[in-house]
């Protein structure tokens, strides 16, 4: 994967959102927090928990300058059908069939060629400023994406289990 702190990978990928088809570039939420996430196949048994949640919780990420886009390597159409399935979403599914964005991100699982469960925290820079990866069968908690990206905020230092509202320390933290 790659690390806190690289530029992000730039892509262009087919996505879908409300039924229409349209192409995403990451060049195009530059001045915004964007949460991408990775997730291996559309219509399996885990995946759609994530993708709900994370719907659930798209107007808090709205409210604070984050865009949300997941990513698998399933064709457009299969998310068209996924989305009209899970009663439609409200941020863009993206499609990369030739698994380029997600062996540029470093985590296309080489032997079954789906990408891993994976999230990146990417600021309004481009910088990667938080990743985290779960084995297939753990769904990753939204709450704490959201928990997390409140946190890189503050532009403060957080401790372990930081709340909005809590202390923070003065210090801050530089790569």
Known sequence: MIVIGDKAPEFIMKGVLKGKVSEYSLKQFKGKWVILFFYPKDFTFVCPTEVKGFNKLHLEFKKINAEILGVSVD?????KEWVDELGGLDYPLLSDPDRKVSAAYGVLNPKEQVAIRASFIIGPD????CGSAYSSNVGRSVAETLRVLKALQTGRMCPADWKPGDETFETELKY
């Open 75 to 79: 064709p457009v159409e299969m998310h």
């Open 126 to 129: 481009s910088v990667i400023q």
